[in-house]
C-alpha cells in the first residue's frame, strides 16, 4: 500500500467561547462538576489545577495555622476557597485573609474588596502564578498578593496593584519579619514559613 504523506493540522483559528463566572457557577450547580474535580475559572477558560504534593500541602497547613493564630477576630483565614473576580474569573487561592463576615461568605463568595491578602503556595506552578495569577489580581484590585516559592525558599510580596500588574514587588529575607499592608499587626517572620 503507498504512503500518502497527509497534510499538516492547521491550527484552529476560531475564538474560543470565555465562560462568565455566572455561566460557570451555573455548570457547578448543575452537577457537572464533581468536588474532586481541581478546575478553576481564569480569564473565562477551565483551567486544571495541578495536583497538590506533600510539601505543598504542609505549607498550607503551617501558613493556616499561623495566620490563624496570629489574625485572631481581625481577619478570617480562607483555605482553597474561590475567590470571586467578575466577569470572568474564579481562582481558588492556596489562602486569603478576608475580611471577617457574620455569614462567613455562606451568601456569596468573597470579592477583592473582602480580601485583606491573598496567598499562593508555588512548586511546579511558580511561572503560572508568576505570569498569569498575580497580573489578574492586580487588574481586579486585590491589596496584596504574596507568592511563597517552594523550590527556592523564597517569598515573593505583591503590592499596590495596577491596571496589569503590581507595582511594588517585595522579596524579603530570612531573618525579615513581614505583615499585610492592610493588616499590620499580624508579623510572621520569613523564617517561620519555612
Known sequence: MPVVDAEPLVAE???IFPLSVDAYHQ????GIFDEDDRVELIDGALRAMPPIKPDHAGKNNRLNRLLTLRAGDDALVSVQNPLTLQPRSEP???????????????SAHPTPTDTLLVIEICDSSLRYDREVK????AAHGVPEVWLVDLQH??????REPGIDDYRLV???GPGEVVAPLLLPSLRIGVD???
Open 13 to 15: 483559528t476560531r475564538p
Open 170 to 172: 517585595l522579596r524579603p
Open 134 to 137: 498575580v497580573p489578574l489580581y
Open 192 to 194: 517561620e514559613i519555612w
Open 27 to 30: 455548570m457547578i450547580r448543575a
Open 153 to 158: 525558599r523564597r517569598l515573593e510580596l505583591y
Open 92 to 106: 481558588e487561592p492556596d489562602l486569603m485573609l478576608l475580611r471577617p463576615r457574620d455569614d462567613f461568605y455562606a
